[in-house]
């Protein structure tokens, strides 16, 4: 009897270890840590942001280097996983009790790590808080289809999130919530306190990668980190604030200009994703995608200009080319969002001090990325926009038929409407010479063709399908044909002038940084995704240098303009045929012009 009780309470022991073991390896808590770590490695074969549990380092090999793995996980990003986890046992806790509590606890993590996860895939730039300002202009570009995904995907989920707060707990609501409240002020208000304590606890900032500092650090962690240092630069631009001096500089550079230059006229046309299809390796096509007569104009002498970015965001590489500047982004994820129309004195700003007359022709809406007030802070005294979105302003641009192809003005349209709004600028012997800025949308994604007008004539032949590059392809073809009739009826116009056509950034592909990868962009080499085609025309002739950046540009026009007398007094790359690698050098050009736009 004796036995048979001990046998039964061993028993039931050894059931109670079981069940205890159990729930502690197969509860809530663990499958939550156990999907994180899936999501990681999913998003990592995705081509996306690696770093979460080592992943990246790890890579194929994860199973046979456990150990390894322990380490790197504990090194990269322990933080962020307590704050995931914080957040997640916070969740439970302020939840009605329900089936769906476990689940619907990991709702806004999982959102907002596949937000920042799809920007970067898309972007290839690590989304920042200060690109929420961009999120009115996003839905305004978006067509419905996608406004009702994020409807049912996005809205309704964290509706149901919100309804099925017992906010009865109001006592575990304030005081889960007062944490990462506290860690948000800290990083809003005391932004230097908070960098230098964080790169003492945290990993790697990797200042011109915020991939990898993503990656050492992650998504969260990151985001706070580049509030900080945002909040933070807002103090130190102080700094680089002297008004009466920074205006005594730029007279003193235009009346060198005016001493030294030449009075040619310049034009610089900044292309909408002015691709180059025949750099993707892995592709081939039924027809050569550039048209005979932009061949014949260019051949081989097309050179190669590193973007700020990729896949969208047009606004980052007009300040890189405008204001001979890195864009940073440290004062917002968009530097023009930060001007406030004072003046800057950037190329057009300082060639309208040195006797040029400054225009700007956008072939899109005024109302993105503050286009109008940061124009008037770079320096050009007139704007033109298509009189459909101008609001009665003056202007001579129209945007044409649009119809089949997402109201983006076609590049020959605005090409056109330019060369006779400017021709009689052009022969006015006696007028001040003439700055000719132009920014095109054509080109833009999802890269709609109206068959009618122009119908599709090639085919993109690869084992990697992306119908968005095709048709960007396609596009290529009557594009190239714009810029070709463009440049030549300017070059009849006006033989000894400068031209630069550029193209602002990659466009993303259906399948982001991933369609480029498969499709073998420029072999895959270093900052191929930031290359972008670059065609220069110098009184006449079709010159071609070394890969330079967006903010060589300025210095491209200055040394021209002053017979080469620029370049002998600053330092050029491109004048030296070789890249420099001066992007941090240049900080503090960025600080000062950044200091001076946003007063």
Not at 208 to 235: K, P, T, Y
Request: proline letters at 5%; hydrophobic letters at 45%.
């Amino acid at each position: 009897m004796a036995a048979t009780c001990i046998a039964a309470t061993l028993a039931l022991k050894a059931r109670f270890v079981a069940n205890r073991t159990a729930y502690l390896l197969f509860n809530r808590y663990t499958v939550f840590l156990l999907g994180v770590y899936a999501y990681s490695l999913i998003i990592l074969a995705l081509g996306g942001l690696g770093g979460m549990f080592g992943a990246i380092e790890v890579q194929s090999m994860w199973l046979f280097q456990l150990d390894e793995l322990r380490g790197v996980y504990l090194k990269r990003e322990y933080l962020e996983l307590i704050l995931l986890f914080y957040f997640y046992c916070y969740f439970n806790m302020i939840l009605r009790p329900s089936r769906w509590q476990a689940l619907l606890a990991a709702v806004p993590l999982f959102l907002a790590y596949l937000g920042q996860d799809i920007y970067f895939l898309m972007y290839s730039s690590v989304f920042r808080f200060a690109e929420l300002s961009e999120v009115p202009e996003l839905f305004r570009v978006l067509s419905w289809p996608y406004i009702a995904m994020l409807l049912v995907f996005v809205v309704l989920p964290l509706g149901f999130f919100l309804w099925s707060i017992n906010y009865r707990r109001f006592v575990v609501l304030i005081a889960g919530a007062l944490p990462p409240a506290l860690l948000i002020c800290a990083a809003v208000y005391f932004p230097e306190q908070y960098t230098s304590t964080y790169r003492k606890v945290g990993e790697e900032i990797v200042y011109w990668s915020d991939a990898d500092s993503a990656e050492n650090n992650g998504r969260f962690m990151m985001l706070l980190f580049r509030e900080a240092e945002r909040h933070l630069m807002r103090v130190k631009t102080e700094t680089f604030r002297n008004r009466p001096q920074y205006d005594e500089q730029a007279q003193q550079l235009a009346g060198w200009i005016r001493t030294n230059g030449n009075k040619r006229n310049v034009h610089l046309v900044v292309m909408e994703s002015f691709l180059d299809p025949t750099l993707f390796k892995g592709a081939t096509y039924t027809k050569d995608p550039f048209h005979p007569n932009f061949k014949k104009l260019f051949g081989n002498k097309m050179g190669f200009s590193l973007s700020p970015v990729v896949g969208g965001k047009t606004a980052q590489a007009e300040f890189e080319i405008l204001c001979g500047a890195p864009a940073f982004e440290e004062m917002s994820g968009v530097e023009f969002n930060s001007f406030t129309g004072s003046a800057a004195h950037c190329l057009p700003g300082t060639l309208q001090l040195a006797g040029y007359q400054t225009m700007a022709s956008n072939a899109y809406n005024p109302s993105f990325f503050n286009a109008p007030t940061a124009y008037r802070g770079v320096g050009f005294a007139k704007m033109f926009f298509p009189r459909e979105y101008a609001n009665g302003s003056d202007t001579y641009l129209a945007k044409g038929d649009t119809s089949g192809e997402k109201e983006y003005m076609f590049d020959g349209t605005i090409f056109s409407q330019n060369i006779d709004f400017i021709t009689p600028f052009l022969k006015d012997n006696d007028g001040p010479p003439l700055f000719n800025y132009v920014l095109t949308i054509y080109g833009h994604f999802p890269h709609l063709l109206n068959e009618e007008k122009r119908p599709q004539l090639l085919k993109m032949i690869s084992d990697f399908k992306d119908p968005q590059l095709e048709r960007a392809a396609n596009q290529m073809f009557y594009r190239s044909e714009a810029v070709a009739d463009y440049v030549n009826r300017l070059l009849t116009l006006d033989a000894k002038s400068l031209i630069i056509l550029v193209s602002d950034h990659l466009p993303p592909g259906q399948h982001g940084r991933r369609s480029f990868q498969k499709l073998r962009y420029l072999n895959n080499t270093d900052d191929s995704l930031r290359m972008n085609r670059i065609m220069i025309i110098e009184e006449g002739k079709v010159k071609k240098f070394a890969t330079i950046h967006h903010y060589d540009i300025p210095a491209m026009v200055l040394n021209s303009i002053t017979k080469g007398a620029y370049c002998k007094e600053h330092s050029c790359g491109f004048a030296e045929n070789k890249l420099l690698d001066d992007r941090m050098k240049r900080h503090d050009d960025y600080m000062r012009v950044m200091a001076h736009a946003s007063e």
